[in-house]
């Protein structure tokens, strides 16, 4: 499996603030996720980052809220816009491999204030 | 779009005893069934998956078995140590343009006690 890390580990942010929240990977991935986790919840796909390409949202998730980079194979950058407390989550990127298995990274805990 | 369903939400268990926790899914196109473990404050860890062309795998303590005629799969644990207390989440995946999107069931969270 990869090896991924997120940064920042944890903030809090006040709303109406953005924040934009990094996903490297120790080695080329074709596919890279987005999940968000509300406290106590499950994972909920927000979106398929698509290297050269615009992501691929879920329903209920929008670009205009929910920006995402992808410049290469091993890096991503999901932004949370116009944030308020209902943003309150950890948001992980996982990324997959062939076979379709997929590892998550460690999350970024969110608190908006 | 994919819907999986996940039961019990809460399982105790004694250390040593059996656990199974029970999904179903929605969607007949999916074929890829992962199994994660989350610990408190962590980030959910693959323990274990099955695909639709197998009805049953096994890694030491754990199992997975797949009933894709009921749309059904199961997590086995044998002789459970506290160590195993965790929240468990079953997923499911389909190929084609949903290659790789996995839709979570809403999780299990198993108390193990010594």
């Known amino acids: 499996s990869a090896v991924i890390s997120q940064k920042p580990s944890r903030d809090i942010c006040q709303r109406g603030t953005s924040l934009t929240i990094q996903c490297q990977v120790d080695s080329q991935v074709t596919m890279m996720f987005w999940y968000r986790q509300q406290p106590g919840q499950s994972l909920t796909l927000i979106a398929t980052a698509n290297q050269g390409s615009e992501a691929t949202y879920e329903s209920g998730f929008v670009i205009d809220k929910f920006p995402i980079s992808r410049p290469n194979l091993t890096f991503s950058t999901l932004t949370v816009s116009n944030m308020s407390p209902e943003d309150s989550s950890i948001y992980l990127c996982?990324?997959?491999?062939?076979?379709?298995?997929?590892?998550f990274g460690p999350g970024t805990r969110l608190t908006v204030t | 779009g994919e819907n999986v369903e996940q039961h019990p939400s809460t399982l105790s268990v004694q250390e040593g005893d059996s656990a199974v926790i029970k999904c179903t899914y929605s969607d007949s196109a999916s074929n890829y069934f992962p199994w994660y473990k989350q610990e408190l404050g962590k980030r959910p860890q693959l323990i274990i998956d099955i695909r639709s062309n197998v009805g049953e795998k096994k890694d030491q303590r754990i199992a997975v078995t797949l009933n894709k005629t009921a749309k059904h799969f199961s997590l086995h644990i044998t002789e459970t140590q506290p160590e195993d207390s965790a929240v468990y989440f079953c997923a499911a995946s389909a190929g084609g343009t949903s290659y790789g999107k996995l839709t979570f069931g809403q999780g299990t969270i198993l108390t193990v006690h010594p």
């Open positions: 996982s990324v997959g491999i062939d076979r379709g298995e997929q590892y």
